[in-house]
């Protein structure tokens, strides 16, 4: 599929969003800045654009897609909210949380959003263009992140371009992502349980012990992802010579995630700090130890995967 599109770099203003919209409604994939990390857009109520979606990043097929909505009563529309979740929305939304609950039997989504599932992932993001891009379509958004599957995530639309490009129709460039990491995925069981599935920037349920093997239920939750395409050395205090060093804190780096040690900064530069040492001519990378607390915890998930060799 490589070079089967001409990929247009889009601006982030009125004219570039509506010809992202126009791409969309004709079933296109755009690539559109979210606070996270940049995601691979669709209409989520095509099979064929939807499809695209899979193609493009080479996606297996059991993995499901995030739908991305404008609104509450919009989410509601497709899903079943329990008191807990309306309450999670109303608390978290706009925000990097999403919510895997029980998908309506009559929503009207292309069926390879949930793999098969009976749940369905939904997110309302916080980011000015995705915003007026929901608003600009009278449709959901499928979009998962901008990259080729198992690969570093994207946080700019040069990060896109160096996966996707001619694989894609567009991206709008709307510098790099704020928070730098996925949302948090937490499911809400039936009985009012609820289940982190995914670690990120909001913390608002027990996270899962699963150590990745067991039955997919949302994005992120392959043993290995997030892939630099080279071996990756975690808790590095020093470096050897051929090994391309991240740093954090008083370990410096050739790409440092924060001088400081704070652990926001250095979850807003991991990813970067990632392709920085995928396109370094050394043929391996070293990562400083961050602390396991607060948005650590979704950093560290980030790079226990990035570490883990592929099956």
Known sequence: MSGKYATETLQANESGIARAAAI??????VAVPTETVYGLAARADSEEAVGRIYEAKGRPSFNPLIVHVPSVERAESLALFSAKARELAQDNWPGPLTLVLPKRERASLAARVTAGLPTLALRMPDHPVMAALL?????????????????????????????LDGRIDAVIDGGPSRSGLES????????????????GPIEVAPRNSSSGS????????????????????????????????????????????????????????LYACLHAGARSGKPRIA???????????????????????PD
């Not at 600009?136 to 160096?162: E, M, Q, Y």
């Not at 948090?184 to 670690?199: F, H």
């Not at 954090?248 to 001088?259: K, M, N, Q, V, Y």
């Open 24 to 29: 969309l409604r004709a079933g296109g994939l």
């Open 135 to 163: 608003e600009a379509v009278d449709f959901p958004l499928a979009a998962p992140s901008a990259n080729r599957s198992g690969f570093i995530s994207p946080t700019s639309a040069k990060h896109v371009l160096a996966s």
């Open 184 to 199: 948090t995925i937490v499911a809400v069981r039936e009985d009012g349980s609820l289940e982190q599935l995914r670690p």
């Open 214 to 269: 067991g039955a997919i239920e949302a994005p992120g939750q392959l043993a290995s992802h997030y892939a630099p395409g080279k071996p990756l050395r975690l808790h590095a205090d020093e470096h050897a010579a051929d090994e391309f060093m991240i740093g954090f804190g008083a370990i410096t780096g050739d790409c440092t995630l924060s001088e400081t040690g704070n652990l926001e900064e250095a979850a807003s530069r």
């Open 287 to 309: 990562v400083a130890s961050i602390p396991d607390r607060e948005i650590g915890l979704a950093i560290n998930d980030r790079l226990r995967r990035a570490a883990t060799p």
